[in-house]
């Protein structure tokens, strides 16, 4: 069983749609948690870390669940540039450490 | 501010010849992370340093990788002699301490894409 699994997708949506990723880690020493976002080609980048209370930034909100081990992204009114692969990745420190990412989950939003 | 910087971007070579990439971090960044992700599979870590130091390389599939961080600036990652299933891309990322036990953003180069024929 893989550390961090994420919905396989790929997930194919119209614009302005709802969608949700999933995301399950295995680690219950995990302290960090983030969703990531990559395009085709290019280097991940940082979409929002993601707190037990929950945050939101956007159309985007993020919210965990430790004692499920489970981690969620929902992106609302989903436009064209949303398309992209988004990444769940877990870190055991707080500060540093080696981060354990998931496979990623393809999204495509279509006019 | 320049963000973090790979070279090559692109490198084919033959299995058994030597390969060297390089990253060059954030300025002040102490942290210094290699990852890479062969097709078809995940992001996986390869080895974090603290400025100069190897501070977990867990990661590093085997001893034909050599990563080395002098001076506690840039950082290369040796790969010798390469083999087929070295191919993939080759991710650098740096952090910076926040002194406040909050979570830091690691900040990804555009990668090295290594192709070994």
């Known amino acids: 069983r893989k550390e961090v699994e994420q919905d396989p997708g790929p997930f194919n949506v119209p614009e302005g749609a709802t969608v949700a990723f999933n995301c399950t880690y295995s680690?219950?020493?995990?302290?960090?948690f983030f969703w990531y976002r990559q395009d085709c080609r290019k280097e991940p980048k940082l979409l929002m870390s993601?707190?037990?209370s929950g945050n939101e930034d956007g159309r985007f909100t993020a919210q965990l669940n430790r004692a499920s081990q489970y981690i969620s992204l929902l992106i609302r009114d989903s436009k064209l540039s949303d398309s992209a692969t988004y990444l769940c990745?877990?870190?055991?420190?707080?500060?540093?450490?080696?981060?354990?990412f998931g496979d990623g989950t393809t999204l495509t939003v279509k006019p | 501010e320049a963000g973090v910087t790979q070279f090559p971007s692109h490198s084919v070579i033959e299995k058994g010849q030597t390969v060297t990439l390089r990253c060059d971090p954030i300025?002040?960044?102490?942290?210094l992370y290699w990852y890479r992700r062969v097709m078809g599979k995940e992001i996986k870590f390869l080895l974090h340093?603290?400025?100069?130091?190897?501070?977990?390389e867990s990661g590093m599939p085997n001893n034909r990788f050599l990563a080395e961080r002098t001076g506690g600036t840039y950082s290369t990652l040796k790969v010798q002699p390469a083999e087929l299933e070295d191919s993939g891309v080759y991710f650098c990322?740096?952090?910076?301490?926040?002194?406040?036990?909050?979570?830091?953003?690691?900040?990804f180069g555009q990668g090295t894409r290594l192709t070994v024929v």
């Open positions: 680690n219950s020493a995990s302290q960090s």
């Open positions: 993601v707190y037990s």
């Open positions: 990745v877990v870190t055991p420190y707080t500060n540093a450490g080696k981060s354990t």
């Open positions: 300025s002040g960044h102490d942290n």
């Open positions: 990322a740096s952090s910076q301490f926040s002194g406040k036990g909050q979570d830091t953003e690691a900040f």
């Open positions: 340093f603290v400025k100069e130091s190897k501070q977990d």
